[in-house]
């Protein structure tokens, strides 16, 4: 299995996980040809893209989903909740899916994880092919013990730090959209976030990725010093998924 992001933070997210000629999309808030020129960086055709899996009804997150899926007759599957988020019209291919019950595409394992978000009915997903396990967590504004519980035993996690709460305070936002991002169904802070590793006692993590990092109120560095100081490695060995840049390919 490998893993890469197009690109990760508000105004625009999606990632690529692919394992044994199976290759499933993660969101897409890109519109139509920035989706594809970005793909095409990564050395993949949008056509080749199986299915894209759509985390919650945010545009930074669906925006793109419906033009994308309709030049590329791409599966699209989402909760019923974030499905009606759909503004630009129903994708084609549209299948539903539970945030509580695991599926199968290809020789990849499928669980969604239920969040805290200020959205429908939004999940983020890990991926196992029966060699590793990949989490991708975004968009949650608070780690319950459920979270906690689908995460363990992971290989690879790919995780929010949106904020430093200090900036966030500090930053140029108003006090209600401060009190929305910072709250329990808004983003993870860099220390929130921290947190969450250390309550899964990564032992078997390969690769940690910083993602969906605010550009108001966040800094690289800030994310991976927080991340790093729970696993006890060098900052320089979190990664980070940026908006403009993504993240190259892992491989686990």
């Given at each position: 299995m490998r893993f890469a992001w197009l690109g990760s933070g508000s105004r625009g997210n999606a990632a690529l996980v692919e394992?044994?000629?199976?290759?499933?999309?993660?969101?897409?808030?890109?519109?139509?040809?920035?989706a594809e020129r970005?793909?095409?960086r990564l050395g993949v055709a949008a056509d080749t893209v199986d299915a894209i899996l759509v985390t919650h009804e945010h545009s930074d997150h669906i925006g793109g989903v419906?033009?994308?899926?309709?030049?590329?007759?791409?599966r699209v599957m989402a909760t019923r909740g974030t499905a009606r988020g759909f503004r630009q019209g129903v994708p084609a291919r549209l299948e539903y899916i539970s945030a509580h019950q695991?599926?199968?595409?290809?020789?990849?394992?499928?669980?969604?994880?239920?969040?805290p978000h200020d959205a429908r009915e939004p999940c983020q997903f890990v991926f196992g092919d029966g060699a590793a396990r990949l989490a991708v967590v975004t968009d949650l504004g608070r780690v319950t013990p459920h979270v906690v519980q689908m995460l363990e035993g992971c290989d690879a996690l790919?995780?929010?730090?949106?904020?430093?709460?200090?900036?966030?305070?500090?930053?140029?936002?108003?006090?209600?959209?401060?009190?929305?991002?910072?709250?329990?169904?808004?983003?993870?802070?860099?220390?929130?976030?921290?947190?969450?590793?250390?309550?899964?006692l990564?032992?078997?993590?390969?690769?940690?990725?910083?993602?969906?990092?605010?550009?108001?109120?966040?800094?690289p560095e800030l994310a991976q010093d927080a991340l790093a100081a729970v696993l006890g490695c060098g900052a320089g060995e979190i990664a980070v998924a940026d908006q403009a840049e993504g993240l190259g390919w892992r491989q686990l």
């Open positions: 394992s044994d000629g199976c290759r499933v999309m993660v969101d897409c808030g890109f519109g139509l040809r920035e970005r793909l095409a419906a033009a994308f899926a309709a030049r590329h007759g791409t695991p599926f199968e595409l290809g020789p990849l394992a499928v669980t969604p994880v239920a969040v790919a995780l929010e730090c949106n904020h430093d709460e200090g900036m966030l305070a500090a930053g140029p936002y108003p006090p209600q959209l401060k009190r929305r991002v910072g709250g329990n169904l808004g983003h993870l802070s860099n220390a929130q976030a921290a947190g969450l590793l250390q309550a899964l990564p032992a078997r993590l390969k690769h940690v990725v910083a993602l969906h990092l605010s550009e108001a109120n966040n800094r």
